[in-house]
């Protein structure tokens, strides 16, 4: 039994760090993201954490649950999702330390990482960041009105599967890593009934001002297989070759996304921020 599934008393909860030797608790969805998260805390801080998974997201809200309620001594750690669009966030608390963008994956797959990942591949020197950013950029824009949509399907919990896990069905072939706006568009007509004109434009208002970037806006699992893709165009061009490259591959390489950087971006910059007012929350800094 994963010890994420028993159930303890907060007061358990609160003094279960010491049973592992560590300064504090921290609560995490799932297995991907111990790793993520356990390199964002020893990066930023020497404070020791024992770091868990909660076994789906349920199971954290539970945690975070016990927070907000009983003023629970533990942090959670988790996506960030489309929280700042909601209307209201029940569960705003130092404690509870959000990604900067959607998920971790938007973190995980920036330009700095990326571009180690194919300068390793392509066994070259060459800095390839630019071309990263203009790939982003254009990805992002092609599918920037579905964006609108799933923070409107957020915002005024419409049910309705908007982006999904995979982008495939959007991209201009299985091997592309462009969005077709045809794809785009045929799609959304299909969903286009269950939303409002008011609904639509008050959340393009809402993505429009936030001050973030559409790259971390759009679901971390949906840029996923884009982001395979380009990788593997690009390193074809400069090399020829055909390379394996699988989502377990892409997580292996990107999933500490500190050391690719010379200096903390500002996604890094604002989880260090939330990572240390947590533990001044807990006196631990």
């Not at 599934?5 to 297995?31: C, H, M």
């Not at 964006?147 to 982006?163: C, P, Q």
């Not at 091997?175 to 045809?182: F, L």
């Not at 609904?199 to 993505?207: A, D, K, P």
């Amino acid at each position: 039994m994963n010890n994420s599934t028993i159930s303890y008393s907060t007061n358990a909860l609160n003094i279960k760090n010491l049973f592992y030797r560590k300064d504090v608790s921290v609560y995490v969805e799932g297995k991907e993201d111990i790793l993520f998260w356990d390199n964002m805390f020893k990066s930023f801080t020497n404070v020791n954490v024992h770091i868990e998974e909660s076994d789906g997201s349920e199971n954290l809200k539970n945690y975070m649950d016990r927070i907000i309620e009983e003023d629970a001594k533990i942090i959670v750690a988790c996506d960030c999702d489309h929280s700042p669009f909601l209307s209201e966030d029940k569960y705003s608390n130092p404690r509870i330390v959000r990604t900067y963008g959607y998920s971790i994956e938007n973190s995980m797959y920036c330009a700095n990482n990326l571009n180690h990942v194919i300068k390793r591949y392509a066994k070259s020197r060459k800095d390839y960041k630019r071309e990263i950013i203009e790939w982003y950029e254009m990805f992002c824009e092609s599918c920037s009105i579905l964006v609108f949509y799933d923070v409107a399907n957020h915002r005024f919990s419409k049910g309705t599967k908007v982006l999904g896990n995979k982008c495939n069905r959007f991209l201009t072939s299985p091997h592309s890593s462009k969005i077709s706006k045809a794809n785009v568009s045929s799609y959304l007509e299909t969903i286009k009934h269950n939303f409002s004109g008011e609904e639509i434009e008050e959340c393009v208002s809402l993505v429009s001002n936030d001050n973030r970037g559409l790259q971390f806006l759009i679901k971390g699992h949906f840029l996923t297989n884009g982001v395979i893709n380009f990788i593997k165009e690009k390193v074809r061009r400069e090399t020829g070759d055909n390379i394996t490259l699988n989502l377990d591959s892409l997580y292996s390489m990107t999933v500490d996304c500190i050391s690719t950087c010379k200096n903390l971006c500002d996604d890094k910059s604002t989880v260090k921020s939330r990572i240390r007012l947590s533990l001044e929350s807990l006196d631990l800094t």
